[in-house]
T-cell receptor, first 114, second 113 residues
Framework: DAMVIQNPRYQVTQFGKPVTLSCSQTLNHNVMYWYQQKSSQAPKLLFHYYDKDFNNEADTPDNFQSRRPNTSFCFLDIRSPGLGDAAMYLC?????????????FGDGTRLSIL | AQTVTQSQPEMSVQEAETVTLSCTYDTSESDYYLFWYKQPPSRQMILVIRQEAYKQQNATENRFSVNFQKAAKSFSLKISDSQLGDAAMYFCALHQGAQKLVFGQGTRLTINP
């Protein structure tokens, strides 16, 4: 039973055309994360929400935005995708972000830029 | 700043053999957790095992165990009786507080039949 669901699995967009990736969770976790992962690299945290509180990483480009309209859903918006934004985007959740708690990941969305 | 280092970009092992993946980390915290995650090709990342820094006993989950050396800041993962399904990228991670994980660079594990 999928608990963190990302749609779509594959997304193709054109250079500069806005794109939205979605993530939903059935775990009722307070914290949701968005990561960018390039080939054979570690996931890079873009931002996370603790409930409605948004926490942006200092080096996340302004081109990346996020929305969390409710506990279950979180969206990643890329306003003007560049070729360098082609990557796997991972969504993850944590019950409350505590030290002992593992993060639960979705399958990811692979984004390609034409 | 907290860092996690995996010095083995790639490892391979024969099926049914044992393999150890290395991880070192640096933190100024005294209470923290360490994790090993597995990411199979085109599949989701899943938790393999976790270790609390205050626990001296090494964590074990079936064929997976860790060797946690707190003074040396070392956290290696041992996989016994390797199976084809163990082939994946393995990431070591440190919970650095503020709800965030710090990941190592990953080790790609290949299982040879």
């Amino acid at each position: 039973d999928a608990m963190v669901i990302q749609n779509p699995r594959y997304q193709v967009t054109q250079f500069g055309k806005p794109v939205t990736l979605s993530c939903s969770q059935t775990l009722n976790h307070n914290v949701m994360y968005w990561y960018q992962q390039k080939s054979s690299q570690a996931p890079k945290l873009l931002f996370h929400y603790y409930d409605k509180d948004f926490n942006n990483e200092a080096d996340t480009p302004d081109n990346f935005q996020s929305r969390r309209p409710n506990t279950s859903f979180c969206f990643l918006d890329i306003r003007s995708p560049g070729l360098g934004d082609a990557a796997m985007y991972l969504c993850a959740t944590s019950r409350d972000g505590g030290r002992s708690q593992p993060q639960h990941f979705g399958d990811g969305t692979r984004l390609s830029i034409l | 700043a907290q860092t996690v280092t995996q010095s083995q970009p790639e490892m391979s092992v024969q099926e049914a053999e044992t393999v150890t993946l290395s991880c070192t980390y640096d933190t100024s915290e005294s209470d923290y957790y360490l994790f090993w995650y597995k990411q199979p090709p085109s599949r989701q990342m899943i938790l393999v095992i976790r270790q609390e820094a205050y626990k001296q006993q090494n964590a074990t989950e079936n064929r997976f165990s860790v060797n946690f050396q707190k003074a040396a800041k070392s956290f290696s993962l041992k996989i016994s009786d390797s199976q084809l399904g163990d082939a994946a990228m393995y990431f070591c991670a440190l919970h650095q507080g503020a709800q965030k994980l710090v990941f190592g660079q990953g080790t790609r594990l290949t299982i040879n039949p």
